[in-house]
């Protein structure tokens, strides 16, 4: 490997572990949760170790590494993540970005054939990331019902962004008044939350219906506090989910709804199908970063599926004005 393209990724491995160190310190001051505090404290200090290695191979080449600094942007956006989506889901995105760090070395070393020794040492770099891994999905583990409970959410709102946006733009065709389309968005948004509610809490309440039998079934002699508080908990399944589903369907439908009601239909369709793309596209990433999915393909592929759906009915209802003449003033 050429010595300027090698100290083109020492360079970029540099910054990638300061930043890491800088967000480690961060999450290690915020965190609560003493067990995954003191992970935070230790990757922090690993970091460190990693870029001062990195910082150490650069000064052998002369590089002054003073000018070097972690990615500001990258933190920032970091922070703001952790405080949009929580504690649960930021350790999926971490564990991710842990999987890219390994990524990297690895395709870095696969092309360095020089020094074995200075490969065993980034080798050694790579069984760290692993480790750190580890600990993201050993965390992951423990925190499945968070992780499910945000992504139940995430999913229920983007139902919500969908079907009332594709109503609207349908309507929009041959309705004139942006106001009698903002109404018509807030019955159908009523009517998709009534019925999302209802399946979600049927559903549930089956499944909790069940583990409440096998329950009752294996303790049929004696019921300990232990089994009777998770007969309690199961109990309180099916109306914590139809709570949580009738609330983020509500917050999707709100979305494409409200520029209906302050802005003239172009201009409220237009507004509408642009909060949506970005809504559906940022819900849809955090659902993909829950389930360690590529989260940009995952986010952008739900935010084009969304406006596809718009253009669908609202063709569908520019045919039907033009060919049958239907027109709502």
């Not at 000064?59 to 504690?87: A, C, E, H």
């Not at 940009?296 to 935010?303: F, I």
């Amino acid at each position: 490997m050429a010595t300027e393209t090698n100290t083109k990724y020492q360079v970029k491995f540099l910054r990638d572990e300061l930043t890491d160190m800088v967000f480690y310190s961060y999450l290690y001051r915020k965190t609560v949760d003493p067990e995954l505090k003191e992970n935070f404290r230790k990757l922090a200090a690993t970091e460190n170790e990693h870029a001062n290695f990195w910082g150490q191979e650069l000064k052998s080449t002369n590089v002054d590494i003073n000018k070097i600094s972690y990615r500001k942007i990258k933190y920032i956006f970091m922070k703001m993540v952790r405080n949009l989506i929580g504690g649960s889901l930021i350790i999926n995105l971490l564990e991710h970005g842990e999987y890219q760090s390994i990524k990297k070395y690895k395709e870095y070393l696969d092309n360095y054939t020089q020094d074995d020794n200075y490969r065993n040492k980034v080798n050694e770099l790579i069984v760290s990331e692993m480790q750190h891994e580890e600990i993201f999905a050993n965390k992951i583990s423990s925190s499945v019902k968070n992780i499910q409970k945000s992504r139940d959410f995430l999913y229920g709102m983007s139902d919500g962004l969908v079907e009332v946006l594709a109503t609207l733009a349908g309507l929009s065709a041959i309705i004139t008044s942006h106001i009698d389309i903002a109404l018509s968005g807030v019955v159908v948004g009523l009517s998709g939350t009534f019925s999302m509610t209802l399946g979600a809490y049927l559903a549930q309440k089956s499944e909790s219906e069940y583990k409440i039998a096998m329950l009752n079934r294996k303790h049929i002699f004696s019921k300990s506090k232990g089994v009777q508080k998770m007969i309690d908990q199961y109990s309180s399944e099916a109306t914590n989910s139809a709570l949580n589903t009738a609330l983020s369907y509500i917050v999707g439908a709100v979305i494409p709804i409200l520029p209906f009601i302050f802005f003239s239909k172009y201009v409220a369709v237009m507004l509408a199908v642009t909060f949506v793309f970005f809504a559906q596209g940022i819900s849809n990433s955090i659902v993909a970063l829950s389930l360690n999915t590529p989260i940009l393909k995952s986010g952008l592929r739900a935010a084009l599926l969304a406006l596809a759906a718009a253009a669908v009915t609202f063709t569908a209802g520019e045919l039907f004005h033009i060919i049958f003449h239907i027109s709502l003033l």
